[in-house]
């Protein structure tokens, strides 16, 4: 029987790191990385989130399930097979303040998965910084994740940054705050709005982009 979210996310309370990781690694004999991270893994963190927002769990609760899912997701990578002939370049990171990073190895494995050389700079990467390294390996597209509502004027300011680069990459923004707010408003042109993985796969795919309905807007 295929485990289901619930079952993973005790897992990874319990620190049951070995435990997981066999679960993920069999959940992988059938289904591919990005099955695995959006029906699988992102629920069962969503399910800590929610936990831990009752007070079910305690912070110490939620840290511990955190690392053992960076684990169990760093062990899942080893088991993909690398692509090549793609020449195109994407720069993956969070912008200053944002602590939350298990979504960006998610987007960086699926670039990774249909050919991308990727560059994952982790969360709560400096806007200078961010430039002055984009300035150098001039990315097709920069990548950029938000979990909390309050991140958006930053992810705003970081795309009109990227964008006035004398190359322009293209900028896509995702993350728990985009794929729940009407961002219209903080939109800039050549950024795109990619919800969740199966949108981002899409656009990986076909060039296009998904039409979105969102719950708030702001
Ligand atoms: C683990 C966790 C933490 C860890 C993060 C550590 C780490 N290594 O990432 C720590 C402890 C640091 C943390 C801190 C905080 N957190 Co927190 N955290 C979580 C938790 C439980 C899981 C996050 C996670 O890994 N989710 C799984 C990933 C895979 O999901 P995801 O990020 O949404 O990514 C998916 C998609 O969104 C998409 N995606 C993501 N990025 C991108 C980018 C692109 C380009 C694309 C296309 C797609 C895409 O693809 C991913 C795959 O499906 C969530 C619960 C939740 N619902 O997510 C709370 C949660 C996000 N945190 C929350 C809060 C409040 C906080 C804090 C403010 C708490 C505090 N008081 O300090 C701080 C803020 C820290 C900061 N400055 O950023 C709240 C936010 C509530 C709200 N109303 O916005 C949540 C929802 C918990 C809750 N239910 O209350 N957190």
Redesign the pocket.
């Known amino acids: 029987m295929t485990i289901q979210p619930r079952e993973l996310a005790e897992m990874f309370l319990a620190g049951e790191d070995e435990r997981a990781m066999e679960a993920v690694l069999g959940y992988l004999e059938n289904h591919s990385h990005d099955e695995l991270?959006?029906d699988l893994?992102?629920p069962a963190?969503?399910l800590?989130?929610?936990w831990?927002?009752e007070n079910i769990i305690s912070v110490a609760d939620?840290?511990l399930a955190?690392a053992v899912?960076?684990f169990v997701v760093s062990a899942a990578e080893l088991k993909r097979k690398p692509k090549q002939g793609e020449s195109r370049k994407v720069m993956v990171l969070g912008p200053e303040?944002?602590?939350?990073?298990?979504?960006?190895k998610?987007?960086t494995s699926l670039f990774k998965d249909h050919g991308w050389q990727v560059q994952y700079m982790g969360p709560n990467l400096p806007l200078d910084a961010a430039l002055e390294s984009a300035q150098r390996w001039k990315p097709d597209v920069v990548?950029?994740?938000a979990?909390?509502?309050y991140r958006l004027p930053a992810l705003k300011m970081y795309s009109e940054a990227f964008r006035k680069l004398d190359f322009h990459p293209t900028v896509?923004?995702?993350?728990?705050?985009v794929?729940t707010a009407d961002i219209t408003k903080l939109r800039t042109e050549g950024t795109l709005v990619?919800k969740?993985?199966p949108q981002?796969k899409n656009w990986l795919q076909t060039g296009k982009e998904t039409d979105n309905d969102f719950e708030i807007s702001i």
């Open positions: 991270y959006h893994v992102t963190m969503y800590i989130g929610d831990w927002q939620e840290h955190t899912c960076d303040g944002e602590d939350h990073y298990i979504g960006l998610m987007v990548a950029m994740s979990a909390l509502a896509i923004i995702g993350g728990r705050a794929a990619v969740d993985l981002l």
